[in-house]
């Protein structure tokens, strides 16, 4: 049944009239109705044939996807603006946001035809295919006419829920980082404080051998000390060899 249901609503994609493209060039709508459907569960390929999963979502506090097909002049105008969001959040990664744009295999939208625009575009952020997911989130914005309008743009959290949902292209790279820039801060504050781990001076999540010696060289002089809180190990107010040496016991496995 599944299978079926999927490929009636592939089908409905297919016979879309190409007009419904143009139809939201200049106009942006906001969508509700796929506004909390949680997506983590899809299952598709990029454009070289590698498995992708919702799993992905679940490494960054915001993912943006856009939905898009190589005939689409919408769709295409908006490709800079996409690479210039991945660009932008690319060089600061800390602040865990992720471009994903999603081909529509429809009305000779191929991934053939998809390469050379997006080459042309210097685009070179994660590209995936359609899937059924993906169509479900598509047919649940059809109008009366059963017409689904693209280029569409979604706002997804880390457990994989739409929150945000606009149909029609973005007039302006401003207008696009400004959207998400809006919703990663709401996001943000979402999520809970990244527990602090005592002695993991290098911040990467893991107490080794190298906090040791980065601390051992904060209690020589020869490091600046940046959070007291994170490597003042015993909690005697200040950095010392003895907090290095705990350190290091710990990364041994003896504490």
């Given at each position: 049944?599944?299978?079926?249901?999927?490929?009636?609503?592939?089908?409905?994609?297919?016979?879309?009239p190409?007009?419904?493209?143009?139809?939201?060039?200049?106009?942006?709508?906001?969508?509700n109705?796929?506004?909390?459907?949680?997506?983590?569960?899809?299952?598709?390929?990029?454009?070289?044939?590698n498995?992708?999963?919702?799993?992905?979502?679940?490494q960054?506090?915001?993912?943006?996807?856009?939905?898009?097909a190589?005939?689409?002049?919408?769709?295409?105008?908006?490709?800079?603006?996409?690479?210039?969001?991945h660009?932008?959040?690319?060089a600061?990664?800390?602040?865990?946001?992720?471009?994903?744009?999603?081909?529509?295999?429809?009305?000779?939208?191929?991934?053939?035809?998809?390469?050379p625009?997006?080459?042309?575009?210097?685009?070179?952020?994660?590209?995936?295919?359609?899937?059924?997911?993906?169509?479900?989130?598509?047919?649940?914005?059809?109008?009366?006419?059963?017409?689904v309008?693209?280029?569409?743009?979604?706002?997804?959290?880390?457990?994989?829920v739409?929150?945000?949902?606009?149909?029609?292209?973005?007039?302006?790279?401003?207008?696009?980082?400004?959207?998400?820039?809006?919703?990663?801060?709401?996001?943000?504050?979402?999520?809970?404080?990244t527990?602090?781990?005592?002695?993991?001076a290098?911040g990467?999540?893991?107490?080794?051998?190298?906090d040791?010696?980065?601390?051992?060289?904060?209690?020589m002089g020869?490091?600046?000390?940046?959070?007291?809180a994170?490597?003042?190990?015993?909690?005697?107010?200040?950095?010392?060899?003895?907090?290095a040496?705990?350190?290091l016991?710990?990364?041994?496995g003896?504490?």
């Amino acid at each position: 049944m599944k299978k079926l249901l999927s490929l009636m609503l592939a089908v409905m994609l297919i016979v879309l009239p190409l007009s419904a493209a143009s139809a939201k060039t200049g106009e942006q709508t906001r969508d509700n109705t796929a506004i909390g459907m949680n997506i983590s569960g899809f299952s598709t390929t990029d454009f070289d044939g590698n498995p992708v999963t919702g799993q992905i979502l679940s490494q960054n506090t915001l993912t943006v996807i856009n939905f898009w097909a190589t005939w689409c002049g919408p769709c295409r105008a908006e490709i800079p603006y996409f690479q210039q969001l991945h660009e932008t959040y690319s060089a600061t990664p800390e602040n865990d946001v992720m471009v994903l744009g999603a081909l529509l295999l429809v009305n000779g939208s191929t991934v053939a035809g998809a390469r050379p625009i997006l080459a042309n575009a210097g685009a070179d952020y994660p590209e995936v295919v359609q899937c059924d997911t993906f169509i479900d989130v598509l047919m649940a914005t059809a109008d009366d006419d059963g017409a689904v309008y693209i280029p569409q743009t979604i706002i997804v959290d880390r457990s994989g829920v739409i929150r945000d949902h606009v149909i029609g292209g973005f007039p302006s790279y401003a207008s696009l980082e400004q959207w998400v820039a809006e919703w990663l801060e709401i996001l943000s504050e979402e999520e809970p404080p990244t527990p602090v781990l005592v002695g993991d001076a290098n911040g990467d999540g893991v107490i080794d051998v190298s906090d040791a010696l980065t601390i051992m060289r904060m209690a020589m002089g020869l490091v600046d000390v940046e959070d007291i809180a994170l490597v003042d190990v015993d909690g005697n107010g200040s950095v010392d060899i003895s907090d290095a040496i705990k350190v290091l016991r710990i990364a041994m496995g003896i504490e």
